[in-house]
């Protein structure tokens, strides 16, 4: 079972299905200049479905993907997992890291699964933190 401490989770239900955000839980007065560029990792559902949601299958590769990612930037110290949002066709992380080419080349050194993980990758410079920050008013977290 996933850890959730130092995550606030938050659900939204709408006609296209449930939607999921976790958020993580930053100390106050956390510096986002100090990890001042944002990734976003959008990893498409790509099982063949009826319903729009992953299969369990989609879904532990997700969370073994996950798992490798952050156990190797928190390694490195470049960069953060700050919210994953699991859309009904879709799952988003939202990385802020320091040095992109450092996180891209944790990618790109990862052990893939037996097909490559789809995923498309997003950069917005965010020293502010502001997608994150609106995000965290949104549920009343600051």
């Known amino acids: 079972m996933e850890d959730n401490r130092g995550w606030t ?4 239900r709408a006609d296209d ?14 510096d986002f200049r100090a ?11 790509q099982d063949d479905r009826s319903v729009d949601t992953a299969s369990p299958d989609e879904l ?11 156990e190797r930037i928190e390694a490195a110290g470049h960069s953060l ?10 799952r988003e992380y939202v990385f802020h890291t320091r040095d992109v080419e450092a996180f891209i080349g944790v990618l790109n050194a990862m052990p ?10 997003d ?13 965290a008013a949104a549920i009343g977290l600051r």
């Open 112 to 121: 893939q699964e037996a097909t490559p993980y789809p995923i498309e990758i």
């Open 9 to 12: 989770l938050a659900e939204h």
């Open 35 to 45: 990890y001042p560029e944002r990734l976003n990792l959008i990893w498409a559902y």
């Open 81 to 90: 997992l700050a919210i994953v949002f699991t859309e009904p066709d879709h």
């Open 60 to 70: 532990e590769a997700m969370q073994r993907f996950e798992d490798r990612v952050c």
């Open 123 to 135: 950069r917005e410079s965010d020293p502010d933190g502001e997608f994150y920050r609106s995000f």
């Open 17 to 30: 299905g449930l939607s999921l955000m976790r958020l993580k839980r930053f100390e106050r007065g956390f």
